[in-house]
């Protein structure tokens, strides 16, 4: 059998989120991480340890001949960047989310169709094992509510962004996700209490299928909580997405008894599994699990809250 050659694929950015795309990439079967671009110079050193050239300007990351490129520069770069790279014919894997504002998200949206190449956006929790684990919970079910806790300490280094756009988006994902459906109604309540942008949220949502929903997201606990509580008219399931431990509770009796049990998940690392799925859709030329028009989605609902509020 004949060996497949080589992706050869980029990263744009190297902060935190793009030095742990070089490090699972530069890690693949079949994949070879040729360059990473950041405009920093001792940043862009880092494209070494993971056996990658580093470049710092945009024009020798585009002519890089790259088979398939990763955008994880910050947000307001994310549009003109992937743009630049789809025109070329380039699939983009960019981080989530997928544009600082909608009009960026449609212009990535209609460069890949002009193209016809694969844009995917990384909301990675996707491809966390809890949230898969309770996605086949409760396949079949008519679900009722999703609560959703997303909290922890301030970061080190405040970013661009508040809580809703930097943690919240990921969890309004998991709600289309899960729920299958879009988010038509918001009700955002923010607060600052220690950046100029909002540090705590509590978003409240209803969906085109009734289901009701709420995000509790803050930088102001001490110390840090991932959880997600999903009740069908069935069962109730609740996931630790850090710990990856889910619980379904079930068989409800009228003397309040019930019966648990525990889900088992795999300890396969989501940022792997999120990579390879945006590969195999480059290298089989179907659509990804995450499209622009799900980042498109996700990002539309997180500005409205921002503006409601």
């Not at 909301?123 to 898969?132: D, K, L, S, T």
């Not at 600052?192 to 009701?212: H, N, P, S, Y």
């Amino acid at each position: 059998m004949t060996e497949r050659p080589l992706m050869k694929v980029g990263v744009a950015g190297l902060g935190v989120m793009g030095r742990n795309h070089a490090r699972v990439l530069s890690d693949m079967r079949g994949v070879r991480l040729t360059c990473a671009f950041d405009p920093d110079p001792p940043t862009a050193e880092a494209a070494r340890a993971y056996g990658a050239v580093p470049v710092t300007t945009v024009e020798a990351f585009l002519e890089a001949d790259l088979d398939a490129a990763v955008v994880a520069t910050p947000n307001r770069h994310h549009a003109e960047l992937g743009v630049a790279l789809l025109e070329r014919g380039v699939p983009v894997l960019v981080e989530k989310p997928i544009a600082a504002d909608l009009a960026g998200a449609r212009r990535m949206i209609d460069a890949a169709r002009a193209s016809g190449v694969v844009l995917m956006v990384g909301h990675v929790e996707r491809f966390n094992p809890a949230v898969e684990a309770v996605k086949k919970a409760i396949a079949g079910d008519d679900i009722i509510s999703i609560q959703i806790t997303r909290v922890g300490p301030f970061p080190p280094r405040m970013g661009e962004v508040g809580v809703v756009i930097d943690l919240a988006v990921h969890d309004i994902d998991i709600i289309r996700h899960l729920t299958g459906s879009e988010i038509t109604e918001v009700q955002p309540q923010l607060a600052r209490t220690r950046a100029d942008r909002e540090d705590t949220a509590l978003l409240q949502f209803k969906t085109d299928t009734g289901v009701i929903a709420q995000i509790n997201t803050n930088w102001v606990t001490p110390y840090k909580a991932r959880m997600l509580q999903v009740a069908t008219q069935q069962k109730f399931v609740v996931a630790d997405l850090i710990t990856r431990q889910v619980q379904e509770f079930f068989a409800y009796d009228k003397d309040g008894s019930y019966s648990t049990r525990t889900l088992h998940t795999w300890p396969n690392e989501p940022l792997k599994v999120e990579l390879t799925a945006f590969l195999d859709a480059v290298r089989n030329g179907t659509p990804p699990p995450v499209t622009g028009e799900d980042g498109l989605a996700n990002l539309d609902v997180a500005l409205r809250c921002l503006e409601r509020a």
